[in-house]
């Protein structure tokens, strides 16, 4: 008997490799449409002391780093509507497995991270889930985050006497890590209200980050992080004034069987499944 050819029924031509990936589109979209309503529970507001492990006030224009165990959540929090907040995170145990944002989008299908949605690493396991977004997914994993050219970086910029930027403070904060420029990769900027437009450019949606907001990721994975509090290049000159924000590491609760980050999509099941086999 003639084995069956495994690619047989693999695409080939342009339009069939466009009907596949629109197939393949729809099936996630109506997966994730399926699994939002009531799914999963919303986080505490505000945190009981007894969860909180740590908080960190990060001053407008600097950075801060830490270690998070797996289990942990992490939630950043925008007091004042502040801007532009850059994260770049690693394995601790494996740094060169590290935050990838084009698989992030494309295992989703979604540029839009909001509650529901994970954070994948270039090793295809999930690194973060979005547990509670308050500022209701106006973040920004696309055009990554200012630097030395950015010219609000400029120290003669009014309101931002501190001529610093989010490349310059990622790569500090990498080598307090024990890491180095080459360890960094495009980072997930929140509080950072981009959209495209039809042409793909990019647009900076003004007023949409209301203080308060806040974001929590709970770690799926021992990491390193790295949070830079820098305004964003694109950011309208009334935005971008640095001023500080909170993170706070706290005791989030286990994920529940019906948890909405582990069934909004196949992909998320298959890292959730890397995970499991990682830490087997």
Not at 12 to 40: I, Q, V
Not at 109 to 118: E, F, I, Y
Not at 238 to 264: F, G, N, Q
Request: net charge neutral; charged share 25%; hydrophobic share 35%.
């Amino acid at each position: 008997m003639t084995p069956r050819d495994p690619y047989a029924d693999l695409p080939t031509t342009p339009d069939d490799f466009r009907r596949r990936y629109d197939e393949l589109k729809r099936s996630a979209e109506a997966k994730r449409a399926r699994a939002k309503p009531g799914a999963m529970p919303g986080n505490p507001v505000p945190l009981p002391d007894g969860l909180v492990i740590h908080e960190e006030v990060i001053p407008g224009g600097w950075y801060w780093t830490a270690r998070i165990e797996r289990g942990q959540s992490l939630r950043l929090v925008s007091d004042h509507g502040t801007s532009g907040v850059a994260l770049m995170f690693w394995n601790a145990a494996e740094p060169t497995e590290r935050y990838n944002a084009a698989d992030t989008i494309k295992l989703q299908w979604n540029a839009v991270l909001t509650k529901g949605c994970v954070l994948f690493s270039d090793m295809g396991r999930v690194m973060f889930s979005i547990t509670d977004d308050t500022a209701e997914g106006w973040h920004d994993t696309l055009t990554g985050g200012s630097s030395p050219a950015s010219p609000l970086a400029d120290p003669t910029t009014p309101g931002n006497p501190i001529a610093r930027n989010t490349r310059d403070n990622l790569r500090l904060g990498a080598a307090k890590l024990g890491l180095s420029r080459r360890d960094l990769a495009p980072a997930l900027g929140f509080f950072t209200p981009i959209r495209t437009d039809d042409k793909g450019g990019f647009l900076w949606q003004k007023g949409k980050i209301q203080p308060g907001a806040h974001v929590d990721l709970r770690a799926e994975m021992d990491m390193l992080i790295a949070v830079s509090n820098c305004p964003h290049p694109l950011a309208p000159k009334e935005e971008s004034i640095p001023k500080p924000i909170r993170a706070l590491l706290w005791r989030s609760p286990p994920p529940t069987v019906d948890d909405l980050c582990r069934i909004a999509s196949d992909e998320a099941i298959r890292g959730f499944e890397n995970n499991a086999a990682y830490y087997r």
